[in-house]
């Protein structure tokens, strides 16, 4: 399973967080490991389409949010 890692803009407050990871949650093929203020953690067994899914889930709640670099986070080039 790969490890992403979002930054998320606009998470102010517990409430922020709640809808932050039930946004998370709902959204297929993302198991949800960490969800703070500011950022959130999960697993998939895909490499890059639940991030995307993840992040506009995210948009959608209000919560604009990109990807960090990490480790374990495959790294796809333009044109793969």
Same mark, same amino acid.
């Given at each position: 399973m790969a $490890? !992403? &890692?979002? #930054?998320?803009?606009?998470?102010h407050c517990g409430s922020c967080v709640r809808r932050a990871s039930q946004a998370l949650a709902s959204t297929e093929g =993302? +198991? +949800?490991? $960490? =969800? #703070?203020i500011g950022a959130a #953690? !999960? $697993?998939s067994n895909e490499d890059t389409a639940p991030v995307d899914r993840a992040i506009a889930a995210l948009d959608k709640a209000g919560y604009p949010a990109h990807l960090e670099q990490n480790e374990?986070?495959? &790294? =796809?080039?333009?044109?793969q």
């Amino acid at each position: 399973m790969a $490890e !992403f &890692t979002l #930054r998320i803009d606009g998470m102010h407050c517990g409430s922020c967080v709640r809808r932050a990871s039930q946004a998370l949650a709902s959204t297929e093929g =993302v +198991v +949800v490991k $960490e =969800v #703070r203020i500011g950022a959130a #953690r !999960f $697993e998939s067994n895909e490499d890059t389409a639940p991030v995307d899914r993840a992040i506009a889930a995210l948009d959608k709640a209000g919560y604009p949010a990109h990807l960090e670099q990490n480790e374990s986070a495959p &790294t =796809v080039q333009a044109g793969q």
